[in-house]
């Protein structure tokens, strides 16, 4: 008899990391592989299942979600920090991601095409892939999970799903749910452990037809060193460094308003997270008054949670004073929360008299921190905006509707808004950026079956 040791790994509360809030079992290199292989045994069985039926059990999983909602919101809250009404905020929207896609199980898949021949009948169908894996981050442990799960699902694939070690309690959680769903065994496969470890394995496992993955760049780039030569499907999303414009036409009240929920929302921890803001030098001081005003409206520990770890709140930290030293000037905030004993909260931070140059300008923070820079015109707002090696997304706010297009035009992203913040996505839009946000196809949406399918042609001879 082989007695299986696994690693324990207890999981504690950023708004009070004293408290261990549950333990989760790490699975084991062999485990992880044997999960692998299971996953591709229960394939077949899959695929040939109605893409309705399958859809069915996605309908279920979204009332299940609903009717646990308060549980889920509170475990994720006190695992990664999110504040309860944020999480259930989330849950909702992980359940409307389900429903969404629960409705493909009963679209068309493919088409019927015109043949040269009047004997042939030409038509294409999609099919699915085999295991999908899944790497998800903890910062939208709920809703992220479920927008790469579920249409993975529905278009016949299983999966593996390494949910980020920092949430392995909600990503448990999750999977029980599923199972209550009536998920087959073996078609959703949750793994719990190290990326450095269990990634790892995953990555390499020759079953694994393709990956999606949301995280840190340099976690992407090693995915693609990893994965890329195997000749798996490969879609990233990864970091951001998005940009508002506010223009002199602007409503001063509402740019301000929604900058700021845009940067300070889930504490800054978004991929779409607004981090630099133009203003045009008309305006400039009366909208900046604006913006230190709204974020004066913020009650840390109460409408804004404290960051997931104490590893994200230092390297946030360092990035405020390495701001400071390089000339930028701290108008609000910039530093941790003074009347909180205990928690990773930091203040809601504005700087001015950014420039380019500077790393707060230019790299990725997720966290509460705002670079507000002064520019000339129009121009030169998009000019700087444009002006980075992301290109997730971007905001202008404006009532000139010539400007407002051609922003939609010029700026160097995949998701424009229009006097809206940079966050938020709905299930039915296709999701992802450009330059070095984004690899492979979008995610939501209609575009999810280019990833998570491939096209079959058929021809058939009637003579």
């Not at 609903?66 to 929207?93: C, F, H, L, P, W």
């Not at 679209?107 to 892939?129: D, N, Q």
């Amino acid at each position: 008899m082989t007695t299986i040791i696994r690693e324990i790994r207890e999981q504690f509360n950023p708004a009070k990391p004293s408290e261990c809030i549950g333990q989760v079992e790490l699975l084991t290199l062999d485990e992880t592989k044997a999960v692998v292989s299971a996953a591709q045994a229960a394939f077949e069985g899959w695929k040939n299942t109605s893409s309705v039926a399958r859809g069915e059990i996605l309908r279920v999983m979204a009332d299940l979600l609903e009717q646990n909602i308060d549980k889920v919101a509170e475990t994720a809250s006190r695992e990664m920090g999110k504040t309860k009404n944020e999480m259930i905020g989330e849950v909702k929207r992980g359940a409307s991601i389900l429903r969404y896609y629960a409705q493909e199980g009963m679209r068309a898949t493919g088409e019927v095409l015109p043949s040269a021949s009047e004997a042939k009948v030409l038509y294409t169908k999609r099919v699915p892939l085999g295991v999908v894996a899944a790497i998800t981050p903890w910062n939208f442990p709920v809703a992220i999970p479920l927008w790469k799960i579920a249409p993975a699902l529905v278009y016949g694939n299983t999966v593996v799903w390494k949910p980020s070690i920092e949430t392995a309690l909600t990503g448990k959680l999750i999977g029980e749910l599923f199972e209550q769903a009536g998920m087959p065994i073996n078609v959703l496969n949750v793994v719990q452990g190290r990326g450095s470890k269990v990634g790892q394995v995953i990555l390499e496992a020759p079953e694994v037809k393709a990956i999606t993955f949301t995280g840190s760049n340099g976690v992407g780039q090693s995915i693609l060193n990893t994965a890329g030569p195997t000749n798996k499907k490969i879609q990233l999303e990864l970091g951001g460094k998005n940009a508002a414009i506010i223009l002199a036409d602007a409503n001063l009240k509402l740019a301000a308003r929604l900058t700021i929920e845009g940067a300070m929302k889930q504490t800054g921890q978004r991929c779409t997270a607004t981090s630099r803001v133009y203003i045009e030098e008309a305006i400039y001081k009366e909208a900046l008054e604006h913006l230190i005003a709204e974020a004066k409206k913020i009650e840390v520990g109460i409408t804004m949670g404290p960051v997931s770890s104490i590893g994200q709140y230092e390297d946030i930290l360092a990035a405020i004073e390495k701001a400071k030293s390089e000339g930028a000037d701290l108008v609000f905030g910039g530093g941790p929360t003074k009347d909180k004993s205990e928690g990773y909260y930091i203040d809601p931070t504005i700087f001015t008299n950014v420039t380019h140059e500077m790393a707060i300008a230019r790299e990725e923070v997720f966290g509460p921190v705002l670079a507000v820079m002064k520019v000339k015109d129009y121009e030169e707002a998009i000019r700087l905006s444009n002006d980075s090696e992301f290109g997730l997304s971007a905001s202008i706010y404006t009532s000139n509707i010539q400007k407002a297009f051609d922003f939609i035009n010029r700026s160097e992203v995949g998701l424009v808004q229009v006097n809206d913040e940079t966050g938020g996505a709905e299930p039915q839009a296709p999701f992802g950026g450009v330059k070095n946000s984004s690899t492979g196809a979008r995610e939501q949406g209609q575009a999810a079956k280019e990833f998570f399918t491939t096209m079959k042609t058929v021809t058939i001879n009637t003579i």
